[in-house]
């Protein structure tokens, strides 16, 4: 009688090894989705595909101007919201959506919006003034000066060049928007990267976003750094 009963409840081999293997899976699945939550470090992912643009692929390098000026702009409200405690700013929620998905969403929107008037600039020829290219130079030296004396650029880990080419693409996407915008009998915020009129002529390009990258990108703390001031805050 007792061995009829513990062999009832010995379990069959292949139940054991099914069990297993499920217990493999999920704990294979469970790690990488912590993975994929995990944020990326930016020097080490800049050849990593954020979005695509006509064909056209934009690599964390590319859109690396657009994290530094985000992050930038962005800051500014969060010492208006909070002096002492401006990490807390990118948490909240504004207009339905926290602060840093907003700021990340606006990064890769700018630079899907400069990389489609760049291309239309390119085909239809249109060229700096010696005026405007001198503009663009201050800039540059102007931003990277910027970047170097905070030490953003190595936390990017983009060069003096990655950051000269990006906005020399923007100079062009400017120049071009204001051409475009009086060819349609618009005004120049009429493309601006958030107006309906521009979202119209987005919708007929051929571009994605690579979420997979995007969604890891820990804007509000890849140029940033509240530790210091947290501390002496407390």
């Known amino acids: 009688m007792k061995k009829q009963k513990e062999k009832r409840n010995r379990r069959p ?4 090894t099914i069990l297993l293997l499920i217990v493999v899976l999920v ?3 469970s790690s990488w989705q912590t993975r994929q939550r995990q944020q990326i470090v930016y020097p080490e ?3 990593q595909v954020a979005a695509s643009v006509n064909g056209t ?3 964390l390098r590319d859109i690396a101007f657009y994290v530094a000026y985000e ?3 962005v800051e500014k409200q969060a010492f208006a919201y909070d002096a002492e405690h401006p990490k807390k700013y990118w948490g909240i929620r504004l207009n339905g959506s926290y602060v840093y998905a907003a700021a990340r969403d ?3 929107q700018m630079a899907i919006h400069d990389e489609l008037f760049y ?3 390119v085909k239809e020829e249109i060229a700096l003034t010696d005026e405007e290219k001198q ?3 201050g800039k540059e030296q102007e931003f990277w000066q910027d970047l170097v004396e905070d030490g953003k650029d190595e936390l990017l880990g983009v060069s003096e060049k990655d950051i000269a080419e990006t906005m020399k693409r923007i100079a062009y996407a400017q120049k071009y928007q204001s051409i475009y915008a009086q060819m349609q009998g618009t005004s120049y915020e009429d493309y601006d990267f958030t107006s309906e009129t521009y979202q119209t002529l987005l919708e007929k390009q051929d571009y994605s976003i690579n979420k997979r990258v995007v969604k890891r990108l820990g804007v509000g703390s890849i140029t940033l750094d509240y530790e210091d001031l947290e501390k002496e805050n407390k």
Do not use: K, N, Q, Y
Request: glycine residues 4%.
């Open 71 to 73: 992050e930038a702009e």
């Open 106 to 108: 606006a990064i890769i």
């Open 27 to 29: 704990l294979a699945g």
């Open 57 to 59: 692929s934009l690599t």
């Open 45 to 47: 992912s800049l050849d």
């Open 135 to 137: 503009a663009l130079s």
């Open 13 to 16: 081999h292949w139940f054991v």
């Open 119 to 121: 291309r239309m600039a």
